[in-house]
C-alpha cells in the first residue's frame, strides 16, 4: 500500500460533522513574527464558525483579532491507525455584538479556566479542509 492510499480528503459537511464531535482544538497564529500553536476548547456555530471564550486580557485576544488564523481539531485511534484531521482558516474576530455575545454567553463554549470576564472569538470558516486517515496496517 502507498503511504498516500490511506488518506482521504473530506468534504465541507462531513468535516464540520466532525468538528462538532470533539471538544479540543488547536489555533495556529503568529506571536512576534513567529508560528504559535494553542490547544483551546471550542464550540462550532451554526455557521459553520469556530467559537473561543477567553479572557479579554488574554493574549490570544490581542495576537488574533482581525487577523487570518488556523484552527486545527482531530481525533485518532492509535490502535486501528485511523482517525480524522480538520482545519478551518478564517479571519478571527472578537464578537462585540451585545445580543451576540448575550447568545454566546447561553449556548457557547464555557471555559475551562474560571474567569470573571469572558469575551469570545470567532474564526470564519473560510476554508474547510480535512483528512481521513483509514487503518493503514503495515505503513510505517
Do not use: K
Amino acid at each position: 500500500m502507498h503511504q498516500n492510499d490511506a488518506f482521504g480528503a473530506l468534504g465541507r459537511p462531513e468535516c464540520l460533522r466532525l468538528l462538532a464531535e470533539v471538544p479540543v482544538g488547536r489555533v495556529v497564529y503568529t506571536r512576534q513574527a513567529l508560528p504559535a500553536v494553542l490547544p483551546v476548547n471550542f464550540a462550532l456555530d451554526a455557521d459553520g464558525s469556530v467559537v473561543l471564550s477567553t479572557s479579554p486580557e488574554s493574549e490570544l485576544v490581542r495576537a488574533v483579532d482581525g487577523v487570518v488564523v488556523a484552527f486545527e481539531a482531530d481525533e485518532f485511534d492509535a490502535r486501528t491507525r485511523s482517525g480524522w484531521s480538520v482545519v478551518v482558516t478564517g479571519r478571527a474576530a472578537l464578537v462585540t455584538d451585545p445580543a451576540e455575545h448575550a447568545r454566546l454567553v447561553q449556548d457557547g463554549p464555557a471555559s475551562w479556566m474560571p474567569l470573571r470576564d469572558v469575551v469570545f472569538l470567532r474564526i470564519e470558516s473560510e476554508m474547510v479542509t480535512g483528512r481521513d486517515l483509514r487503518g493503514a496496517r503495515g505503513v510505517r
